[in-house]
């Protein structure tokens, strides 16, 4: 995991470097579909079914009112925009998760205080990540940060498990009551990944069965690190670090 992990790190952080005004989603795919195969790894979102929707590329590009899930396409990214990677592999049979959202080009005020709420709330959640502590306690972390600034918790979507497969137990809420729930134990790797919007934090689906987007329009953001349960602590195996 730890090598699927740094795979998924080292993508995303040349996928960051790619995105500015002109650069289309599906140019980003592409990018990411290069690097995949240059590590010798397999794309862990490609070909993933839910019901009767199959999802057609390796990265997820969720832009400005787009929660998560989004499918790359010809859509130009434009100067102001904020977009969601979501990106995964599979490594010698494990897998690794992670997202990050990114400003393109220079974006308003209230856009960079969304995505570094968001990017708090991961960190606080990842804190709680200690033997001994509840999954009540890692929703709760998120959703005070997140709550108190004003922003909607997103609660449709939540973190999960993660090892042999990309989603196992347990489900890992963005919110919840400190003290309650499933305990941490060493040695279980989550992925924890906070979704919060600046308005509600009511979802839609769009017709194509997988992008969730704000009920409002309104902005979202997304970040996510999978990360080890250890007698010493959270270990962020997709640090970019």
């Known amino acids: 995991m730890q090598r699927a992990s740094a795979i998924v790190a080292e993508i ?16 980003l795919d592409a990018a990411a579909a290069e690097q995949i195969n240059r590590r010798g790894a397999r794309p862990a979102f490609k070909n993933y079914r839910v019901g009767d929707h199959v999802f057609p590329a390796v990265l997820c590009t969720s832009v400005n009112e787009e929660i998560v899930h989004g499918i790359p396409s010809g859509r130009t990214l434009a100067e102001g925009d904020i977009i969601g990677l979501d990106f995964g592999v599979v490594y010698d049979g494990f897998y690794a998760d992670s997202a990050v959202t990114l400003p393109v080009g220079r974006i308003d005020g209230s856009a960079s205080r969304l995505i570094e709420t968001t990017r708090r709330c991961l960190d606080a959640a990842i ?34 498990g993660i ?20 305990a941490l134990k ?56």
């Open 12 to 27: 995303l952080s040349a996928l960051g470097a790619l995105v500015r005004p002109g650069v289309t989603t599906r140019d």
């Open 127 to 160: 804190e709680q990540l200690r033997p001994g502590n509840r999954l009540g306690d890692v929703g709760a972390a998120v959703q005070s940060i997140a709550e108190s600034e004003g922003y909607g918790v997103v609660r449709d979507f939540v973190g999960h």
């Open 163 to 182: 090892g042999r497969a990309l989603h196992e137990d347990p489900q890992i809420p963005n919110f919840g009551t400190p003290g309650r729930g499933r």
């Open 186 to 241: 060493p040695g279980m790797v989550v992925a924890v990944e906070p979704m919060i919007n600046e308005g509600s934090p009511g979802v839609r689906m769009l017709a194509d069965g997988w992008t969730a987007v704000t009920v409002d329009g309104k902005r979202s953001a997304h970040f996510e690190h999978t990360v080890a349960v250890t007698d010493e602590g959270p270990v962020v195996l997709t640090s970019m670090n």
